[in-house]
């Protein structure tokens, strides 16, 4: 049986994929494939640049706020950590790996700059409490200006999206309050007693790194929430600054619209982008979105499908340099990591 599960998981990114694909081509051919290639090239290479840009200053804001995690316990700067989060970006939206692996390669590459393990995986896992904190924080704005929208439709979808953040944050409630408690810490013994178990590796406590939990516990310290709170401030900028991809698109084609509608448009679209997290990317599942809430606001399906185009510009432009940067950082893993420190005989 758990053979079984780990082999469904393994295809679970896979198959997401194919409905993903499959979707979007659905959604494409039963729409005027003439009206979405015209809308899209309407915005031309100027926009599409202004879009790709926004989107390097969105992800530098992420990267921002992942390095406030450490700030205090780990002495790299920034750097580091905006430069993998371009490559957490570009695995997640173009590698079939359900949205999530890029955090796992994410904080793998970041103990080449000699921070440890278990404090590299607590700063990811805290990135991305804090990421789903504030877009949920920016969705209820986005459900608040949606309210005002007259109309049956405007109403069922305002309904659908509180009913799913109340789900969402109970979940995040409980993962935070797991990682807060002892209960995280048993979890976390059992499976390194597990490991040593099948390897028949004897524990090496004198060398052995503080866990995954200790680590947490430095990150969530009462000491360091204002480095926190600077890390929710700029997740929660970013999230407001992908608004302007959507503003910049839909200014391009001559459609004006109001500041609250872009944010509606920005936050419900990535709202059901995120409960699609299977789906690697979001792809078929974003253009739907943006069909359904543009539809709101007057926006036809085709000019729709093309906004969601756009949107995707930034994930390939900027995504596929920073998959070949992930790959110059682990062929040059040596130079990257620090010299072993010299142990002097006692």
């Given at each position: 049986?758990?053979?079984?599960?780990?082999?469904?998981?393994?295809?679970?990114?896979?198959?997401?994929?194919?409905?993903?694909?499959?979707?979007?081509?659905?959604?494409?051919?039963?729409?005027?494939?003439?009206?979405?290639?015209?809308?899209?090239?309407?915005?031309?290479?100027?926009?599409?640049?202004?879009?790709?840009?926004?989107?390097?200053?969105?992800?530098?804001?992420?990267?921002?706020?992942?390095?406030?995690?450490?700030?205090?316990?780990?002495?790299?700067?920034?750097?580091?950590?905006?430069?993998?989060?371009?490559?957490?970006?570009?695995?997640?939206?173009?590698?079939?790996?359900?949205?999530?692996?890029?955090?796992?390669?994410?904080?793998?590459?970041?103990?080449?700059?000699?921070?440890?393990?278990?404090?590299?995986?607590?700063?990811?896992?805290?990135?991305?409490?804090?990421?789903?904190?504030?877009?949920?924080?920016?969705?209820?704005?986005?459900?608040?200006?949606?309210?005002?929208?007259?109309?049956?439709?405007a109403a069922s979808l305002a309904r659908w999206t509180l009913e799913a953040l109340a789900v969402a944050a109970l979940l995040l409630a409980a993962f935070f309050a797991l990682q807060r408690s002892g209960a995280a810490r048993l979890i976390e013994r059992r499976i390194v007693s597990l490991g040593r178990h099948v390897s028949e590796a004897p524990a090496?406590?004198?060398?052995?790194?503080?866990?995954?939990?200790?680590?947490?516990?430095?990150?969530?310290?009462?000491?360091?929430?204002?480095?926190?709170?600077?890390?929710?401030?700029?997740?929660?900028?970013?999230?407001?600054?992908?608004?302007?991809?959507?503003?910049?698109?839909?200014?391009?084609?001559?459609?004006?619209?109001?500041?609250?509608?872009?944010?509606?448009?920005?936050?419900?679209?990535?709202?059901?982008?995120?409960?699609?997290?299977?789906?690697?990317?979001?792809?078929?599942?974003?253009?739907?979105?943006?069909?359904?809430?543009?539809?709101?606001?007057?926006?036809?399906?085709?000019?729709?499908?093309?906004?969601?185009?756009?949107?995707?510009?930034?994930?390939?432009?900027?995504?596929?340099?920073?998959?070949?940067?992930?790959?110059?950082?682990?062929?040059?893993?040596?130079?990257?990591?620090?010299?072993?420190?010299?142990?002097?005989?006692?």
């Open positions: 049986m758990a053979v079984l599960g780990r082999a469904l998981l393994r295809r679970l990114p896979l198959a997401g994929t194919v409905l993903g694909v499959a979707l979007a081509l659905w959604l494409i051919s039963t729409n005027d494939v003439t009206a979405i290639g015209a809308a899209f090239g309407r915005i031309g290479f100027l926009g599409l640049t202004a879009v790709v840009l926004v989107r390097v200053g969105l992800i530098l804001l992420c990267g921002l706020a992942w390095a406030r995690t450490l700030d205090g316990l780990a002495s790299t700067g920034s750097a580091p950590f905006v430069i993998l989060r371009f490559v957490r970006e570009g695995i997640n939206v173009l590698l079939p790996v359900a949205s999530v692996g890029g955090e796992f390669v994410g904080g793998r590459l970041l103990t080449f700059w000699g921070i440890t393990g278990t404090l590299a995986a607590a700063s990811v896992m805290a990135d991305m409490l804090i990421q789903v904190a504030t877009e949920m924080a920016f969705v209820v704005v986005g459900v608040l200006l949606l309210q005002k929208v007259e109309g049956e439709q090496n406590h004198e060398c052995a790194e503080p866990g995954v939990q200790a680590a947490l516990d430095a990150v969530w310290a009462r000491g360091r929430r204002f480095g926190l709170a600077k890390a929710f401030l700029l997740h929660l900028t970013a999230w407001c600054l992908g608004a302007a991809e959507i503003w910049i698109a839909l200014a391009c084609l001559g459609i004006e619209i109001g500041v609250a509608e872009v944010i509606v448009l920005e936050s419900l679209s990535q709202a059901i982008k995120s409960a699609a997290f299977p789906v690697p990317s979001g792809l078929g599942v974003q253009e739907g979105g943006f069909v359904i809430i543009g539809a709101l606001f007057g926006i036809d399906a085709g000019t729709a499908i093309a906004l969601s185009l756009v949107k995707r510009v930034p994930d390939v432009v900027l995504g596929l340099p920073s998959l070949i940067a992930w790959q110059v950082l682990e062929a040059r893993r040596a130079t990257v990591l620090p010299a072993d420190p010299v142990v002097r005989p006692r």
